[in-house]
């Protein structure tokens, strides 16, 4: 999400006030017209489709109340709730000491406060949108990415609280002899707008919301592994939000207390913690409950050599870009991973090719020293029922 201006004091918290908006130039009704047309996207009642509403006058009003610019016939509303102002190209809400209060991103407004295109706006449990476009719209249009994005947003509770998350597993392979050790957990949903990861958790992150749905994956991820009858390894991914939290540490204990004979590997980006503190707490925590450690995505930024050799994990995943570009790459490149994978063996740490999709890589990761794969070669993501009958026609 956009970064927020420390001067919208509802988002920090703070006291101060903003400036009241000057009065725009009206339009032939006598109403105010903003120079760029915004507009709220959301549901006004719970079974209704997303709709769009132009922000058109000064001041627009919401509320319950039928003479108010949007009218929200919601329980959670108040009659005259919160309202909408402009000066010059920017707008700025206002809560009119409504009952249930207003809430942009998650927190409650105290003063007026300037919005961005994008933000998330709640006049008690209902949910809006702001939009902006450089031309007025006509009724019968709206933007398509706009409504799928207030679609998403309208149905985020539902993938967290139903949950509606359906993990998918990808197959985690030995080099050696071509056997699947484990899976990688991986989030998807049917919900219109929430399919991908990507999707689920920008929306998420809109919402201040990472953590939680990075804890509903796990989750639900270890709830469908029961499924499989072979004793593998589950990884299980985090959210940057979570770590250096203790919050992480007392999730993994509860999913450790429910899933308590499943075999876990939790991945961390290797570029993701800056203490190494915090990463020796981890992995004694882990150890503790008998789960492993794997950075992930090693060599995507800075490679951390220094954490590497301090607090080594269980796997070292390297990342999808230092395996993709192998087969082109110079002899001094070669040589370069070749030594990377040897120290890696030399601690003890299991090296992990991610995102090999050709034969060719993977020869050639064999060749380097690797003892793990994972890629589209071996196996592309997919629901549980689909490996357990892929399995069952194997062993057939």
């Keep these: 999400m956009t970064d927020h201006n420390p001067a919208r ?24 017209t903003p120079p760029l047309t915004w507009f709220l996207v959301g549901k006004t009642h719970a079974d209704a489709e997303p709709q769009q509403f132009a922000v058109v ?6 509320g319950r109340s039928c003479d108010n610019e949007l009218c929200i016939p919601d329980s959670t509303v108040s009659g005259h709730h919160a309202e909408l102002v ?43 949108t702001l939009h902006r476009a450089t031309s007025q719209p006509t009724c019968d249009t709206v933007a398509t990415d706009v409504i799928d994005d207030a679609l998403a947003q309208a149905q985020f509770e539902k993938l967290i609280g139903k949950p509606a998350v359906r993990p998918w597993f990808q197959p985690i392979v030995s080099l050696a ?5 484990g899976y990688e957990v991986l989030g998807r949903s049917q919900l219109m707008g929430l399919e991908t990861p990507e999707k689920m958790f920008r929306i998420a992150a809109q919402r201040s919301s990472s953590a939680e749905l990075s ?24 959210d940057p939000s979570e770590l250096e939290t203790r919050e ?12 308590p004979d499943l075999r876990i590997v939790l991945e961390v980006h290797e570029s993701g913690v800056t203490s190494t503190t915090y990463l020796r707490a981890l992995q004694r925590h882990l150890k503790d409950l008998g789960v492993g450690l794997a950075y992930d995505d090693f060599g995507a930024g800075q490679a951390r050599l220094m954490e590497l050799a301090e607090v080594p994990p269980d796997v070292l995943k ?12 110079s002899a001094q490149h070669r040589r370069t ?30 060749d380097l020293g690797f003892e793990l794969v994972q890629g589209y070669l071996f196996g592309r993501p997919q629901p549980v029922k689909r490996w357990l009958e892929n399995r069952a026609t194997s062993r057939a």
């Design 9 to 32: 004091s509802a988002a920090s918290g703070d006291t101060a006030t903003t400036s009241r908006p000057n009065a725009m130039q009206a339009d032939q009704t006598g109403h105010a």
């Design 318 to 329: 390297f990342d999808v870009k230092l395996i993709q570009g192998l087969p082109h790459a």
């Design 337 to 366: 991973i070749e030594s990377l994978v040897r120290i890696v063996r030399e601690l003890d740490v299991v090296p992990l090719a991610e995102g090999v999709e050709r034969q060719i890589e993977a020869d050639i990761c064999r």
């Design 215 to 238: 804890r509903v994956c796990r989750s639900e991820g270890l709830r469908l592994a029961q499924a499989f009858d072979d004793d593998f390894q589950f990884y299980l991914n985090t």
């Design 177 to 181: 002899d071509g056997a699947h050790l």
């Design 248 to 259: 992480l540490l007392d999730s993994l204990t509860s999913l450790r207390d429910e899933f």
């Design 57 to 62: 006058t000064q001041p627009f009003r919401i």
């Design 86 to 128: 402009f000066a010059d190209q920017s707008i700025f809400v206002r809560d009119l000491d409504s009952t249930n209060g207003t809430l942009l991103n998650g927190r409650a407004l105290k003063v007026l406060t300037e919005l961005r295109c994008g933000d998330i706006l709640h006049f008690g449990a209902a949910m809006y």
